[in-house]
């Protein structure tokens, strides 16, 4: 799958494009873990992501709890209906903060 | 859900139980959806839906066994809207009887797993698992509309 990268002052915003399924939940549970260990504030922006199965709440799941042990901050923004669906089916909606655009996520961690 | 209700069209995929074969069984769905006029947010629930069937399959059906089994895969197009078929040639097991997982608990306390039956349970129109000679049977029903 096809990750963006960009910063926004000290935040670090991933944007993953297409499909967190089965298939690339690996790529992206690396690229998630290893941008946490890096900047300490991550914000996934939902814009281009088009589907999110379990396994990928599951990458978002780890993460946040990686992340919870060494004091990291994580956001998610820009989710799209279905995708939003899902988080709200799974009580993801309630533990993760999610915002309506990158920047105000961005801002809300720096 | 509705087996003995005729089928105005149908089509199956049969392949072995492996990840690498799920954007097959996905394409395969989402065809025969396409072709039947379902409208696309109800084709992207079912294929989520389909998805967590099928890993569930690939991931436990054949644990221990040194070459996969095969998962069968029917569509079937129907009046009221589509029904998927899953099977399965695995021990007898029922995913529709776990337990869900509590989606009200705090981050801490949550656990990866469990959200699979939950979304299919949750996305499409109806689910319904039967044994059938050797064979696990997961139905998948969306209907067109509600």
Redesign the interface.
């Given at each position: 799958m096809e990750i963006q990268e960009r910063q926004q002052g000290d935040v670090l915003i991933l944007e993953p494009a297409g499909r967190l399924?089965?298939?690339t939940c690996r790529a992206f549970e690396t690229r998630l873990l290893a941008a946490l260990d890096q900047s300490g504030a991550v914000v996934v922006d939902g814009a281009a992501l088009d589907?999110i199965?379990?396994?990928g709440?599951?990458v978002l799941?780890?993460a946040?709890?990686h992340n919870?042990g060494s004091g990291g901050r994580l956001a998610l923004a820009s989710l799209r209906e279905?995708v939003r669906?899902?988080f709200d089916?799974?009580?993801f909606s309630?533990?993760f903060a999610i915002y309506p655009t990158a920047a105000e996520a961005a801002a809300a961690l720096a | 859900m509705t087996p003995e209700s005729p089928a105005i069209q149908e089509a199956t995929l049969c392949l072995p139980a492996e990840l690498d074969h799920l954007p097959a069984f996905l394409a395969h769905v989402r065809r025969t959806a396409e072709a039947a006029g379902v409208a696309e947010a109800r084709i992207s629930r079912l294929e989520l839906a389909v998805e967590e069937a099928l890993v569930n399959v690939f991931s436990y059906a054949y644990v221990g066994q040194a070459q996969a089994g095969a998962v069968r895969c029917r569509v079937a197009v129907q009046p009221k809207g589509l029904l998927v078929e899953i099977a399965d040639e695995g021990p007898p097991f029922d995913p529709l009887a776990q337990s869900a997982p509590d989606t009200t608990l705090e981050l801490d306390q949550r656990t990866p797993g469990g959200l699979g039956i939950l979304l299919i349970k949750s996305l499409v129109s109806q689910v319904a698992y039967h044994r059938e000679e050797n064979r696990n049977v997961l139905q998948i029903a969306m209907y067109r509309s509600e």
């Amino acid at each position: 799958m096809e990750i963006q990268e960009r910063q926004q002052g000290d935040v670090l915003i991933l944007e993953p494009a297409g499909r967190l399924d089965s298939l690339t939940c690996r790529a992206f549970e690396t690229r998630l873990l290893a941008a946490l260990d890096q900047s300490g504030a991550v914000v996934v922006d939902g814009a281009a992501l088009d589907y999110i199965s379990s396994a990928g709440l599951r990458v978002l799941l780890v993460a946040a709890k990686h992340n919870r042990g060494s004091g990291g901050r994580l956001a998610l923004a820009s989710l799209r209906e279905n995708v939003r669906e899902v988080f709200d089916i799974s009580g993801f909606s309630a533990i993760f903060a999610i915002y309506p655009t990158a920047a105000e996520a961005a801002a809300a961690l720096a | 859900m509705t087996p003995e209700s005729p089928a105005i069209q149908e089509a199956t995929l049969c392949l072995p139980a492996e990840l690498d074969h799920l954007p097959a069984f996905l394409a395969h769905v989402r065809r025969t959806a396409e072709a039947a006029g379902v409208a696309e947010a109800r084709i992207s629930r079912l294929e989520l839906a389909v998805e967590e069937a099928l890993v569930n399959v690939f991931s436990y059906a054949y644990v221990g066994q040194a070459q996969a089994g095969a998962v069968r895969c029917r569509v079937a197009v129907q009046p009221k809207g589509l029904l998927v078929e899953i099977a399965d040639e695995g021990p007898p097991f029922d995913p529709l009887a776990q337990s869900a997982p509590d989606t009200t608990l705090e981050l801490d306390q949550r656990t990866p797993g469990g959200l699979g039956i939950l979304l299919i349970k949750s996305l499409v129109s109806q689910v319904a698992y039967h044994r059938e000679e050797n064979r696990n049977v997961l139905q998948i029903a969306m209907y067109r509309s509600e």
